[in-house]
C-alpha cells in the first residue's frame, strides 16, 4: 500500500534551473495539493487540483506551476528556482476529511 | 497573515503527564479542524478531528477540545509517552477543504 508517493527525497538546485517534483497516489483520490513547509510557517498551500484536467492556486503559487493529466500524478514544476523557493514539500491527497501526505521533498536552492 | 496561529512553538513535558497544545484562528468560517502529527524526515500524519458542532472528541489518549467563542482549540494527550514527541501542527479548514495550517508545536516527552 504505497499511499501518496514524492520522488526525489533531496533536491539541491543551482538558481534558475527548472525541475519538476513527482507526486503520486494510489488511492484514487480526487482532490490532491501540494505544500510548503518553511519554518516559523508551518504548511503553506502552493497548488491543488480537485480532479483530472482541474487546478487552482493556492495561497503561495507565484514560481510554481502544476498539472493533473491523471488522477494518480501531481507534478509540482519549478520554472526557475530561487533561493527563496529552498524548503521542504509535501504532496497530500484527500478523500474526505482523510488527508495523506507523502514524505516530503528537502530542496535546496543555491 | 497566518488564520491558524500555534503561539507555542515548543512544550517540554513528563512522561506521563498531561500535554495541553493550544491554537487560535481567526477566520469564522472555518468549520472544521485537525490535529497532525510529525515525526522527522516524515510527511504529517492525521491525528485527530473536531467538527464546528461539536465541542469535544476523543480518541483514546487524545482529545481535542473547541471554543468557537473563543476560535480557541486545544489537544489533550493523556498520558504523554516518549513516542509523542513530534511537532504538532493544528489546521483548519473551511467549506472550500483548503487546509490552513498552524507553525507546529515541538513535544518533548522526558522519561
Not at chain 1, 487552482?56 to 488522477?71: K, L
Not at chain 2, 497566518?2 to 503527564?17: A, C, D, I, Y
Not at chain 2, 489546521?91 to 483548503?98: E, I, N, R, V, W
Request: proline letters at 5%; glycine letters at 8%; aromatic letters at 12%.
Amino acid at each position: 500500500n504505497a499511499g501518496v508517493t514524492q520522488t526525489p527525497k533531496f533536491q539541491v538546485l543551482k538558481t534558475g534551473q527548472s525541475m519538476t517534483l513527482q507526486c503520486a497516489q494510489d488511492m484514487n483520490h480526487e482532490y490532491m495539493s501540494w505544500y510548503r513547509q518553511d519554518p516559523g510557517m508551518g504548511l503553506r498551500l502552493i497548488h491543488y487540483s480537485v480532479g483530472a484536467g482541474i487546478t487552482d492556486q493556492g495561497e503561495v503559487p507565484n514560481g510554481y506551476n502544476v498539472s493533473r493529466s491523471t488522477t494518480e500524478d501531481f507534478p509540482l514544476r519549478l520554472l526557475s528556482a530561487a533561493p527563496s523557493q529552498t524548503s521542504v514539500y509535501f504532496c497530500a491527497s484527500r478523500t474526505g476529511e482523510s488527508i495523506f501526505f507523502g514524505q516530503g521533498t528537502r530542496l535546496t536552492v543555491v | 497573515d497566518q488564520q491558524v496561529k500555534q503561539n507555542s512553538p515548543s512544550l517540554s513535558v513528563q512522561e506521563g503527564r498531561i500535554s495541553i497544545l493550544n491554537c487560535d484562528y481567526t477566520n469564522s468560517m472555518f468549520d472544521y479542524f485537525l490535529w497532525y502529527k510529525k515525526y522527522p524526515a516524515e510527511g504529517p500524519t492525521f491525528l485527530i478531528s473536531i467538527s464546528s458542532i461539536k465541542d469535544k472528541n476523543e480518541d483514546g489518549r487524545f482529545t481535542v477540545f473547541l471554543n468557537k467563542s473563543a476560535k480557541h482549540l486545544s489537544l489533550h494527550i493523556v498520558p504523554s509517552q516518549p513516542g509523542d514527541s513530534a511537532v504538532y501542527f493544528c489546521a483548519a479548514s473551511a467549506f472550500d477543504y483548503k487546509l490552513s495550517f498552524g507553525a507546529g508545536t515541538t513535544v518533548t516527552v522526558r522519561a
